[in-house]
């Protein structure tokens, strides 16, 4: 073989082995594994008829928890910088319910509430407690249509000198630590919020009966019984790491007594869209405020 020819074959062989190493080094980049997808984030609100606005337009699945597309939680989800919301308020709910599925008709059960948390949880709210203490029963046994200086609801409560609500108050303190515990134990990396309740009664004074027919002794006894509860929620929150939201204080002025037009919550007789003694819609935008202002 010439020279020439020799040259021509050692050309062609080291061709051949470039093109088989290319080849074998661009393989990988052909197959390489798309990369993984983050799940999305999300704000999950918990909580009983004062989160989920019972008979405020418009009320949305499942109807028989009574939650409205304006409640608190729909207005605070845009502040939140999340990119799923899960509103699973429920009215009647109780603590158990953050754990047990809550019957309600139609469209019900309502699924145990911290189904709705997972480790892509960032904002947390929970409005809970009320029911805990028996909030329907202590609307109904503190009415009195007929006489203002009766004493019904201390006369069912206050029993030997013993306060059944300050008991049962303290009683639910447990459950809202634990509460928090559990929300924590799934969705490590969420801001919790503890939400409390507005003013239903006036912050002094003896109310409006028979606007609000409550007795004119009976009123600073439901104040106090309020905020109590309250009292409870924040040393619950601060206790167990995460953070109160008190709305009662912005609630001042505009409790149930007040004017149509500057109240947040409700009368016996609503002349606003919601429930008896709960938030109306403004009083949804109040508390929405309150909420987004720990954020």
């Known amino acids: ?45 918990l909580g009983d008829s004062y989160t989920a606005g019972p008979l405020i337009p418009n009320q949305i699945s499942p109807l028989g928890c009574l939650r ?39 469209e019900g059960p309502n699924p145990p509430q911290l189904n709705a948390l997972d480790s892509n949880t960032r904002v947390v709210t929970m409005g809970m407690g009320g029911n805990d203490i028996g909030f329907g029963g202590i609307v109904e046994n503190c009415v009195t ?79 106090a019984k309020t905020k109590e509860l309250n009292a409870m929620l924040a040393t619950q929150a601060a206790a167990h790491g995460a953070t109160y939201v008190d709305v009662y204080t912005a609630s001042i002025g505009k409790d149930a007594c007040a004017s149509s037009g500057t109240r947040w919550v409700e009368p016996l007789v609503p002349a606003n869209a919601a429930a008896p003694i709960h938030p109306n819609a403004r009083g949804m935008q109040g508390m929405a405020m309150a909420v987004k202002a720990k954020l």
Not at 78 to 89: I, L, Q, Y
Not at 166 to 186: C, G, L, M, W, Y
Request: aromatic share 8%; charged share 15%.
């Open 1 to 45: 073989m010439t020279s020439r020819g020799l040259r021509a074959r050692r050309t062609a062989q080291v061709l051949a082995l470039f093109i088989t190493a290319a080849g074998v080094t661009a393989a990988p980049t052909q197959v390489a594994a798309a990369p993984a997808q983050v799940p999305p984030t999300s704000y999950v609100a």
């Open 68 to 106: 409205s597309d304006r409640d608190y939680p729909h207005l605070v989800a845009p502040a939140t910088g999340t990119e799923t919301f899960r509103d699973v308020s429920c009215s009647g709910a109780d603590t158990d319910n953050l754990y047990n599925e809550h019957g309600v008709w139609p």
């Open 145 to 223: 249509l007929l006489n203002p200086f009766a004493t019904p609801c201390q006369d069912t409560y206050v029993v030997n000198g013993v306060d059944q609500l300050s008991v049962r108050i303290a009683n639910t303190a447990p459950k809202i630590a634990a509460a928090v515990e559990a929300i924590r134990a799934r969705s490590p990396l969420a801001k919790i919020l503890v939400v409390g309740y507005p003013a239903i009664v006036p912050n002094s004074g003896s109310g409006c009966w028979p606007s609000l027919p409550m007795g004119f002794r009976d009123v600073p006894y439901i104040r």
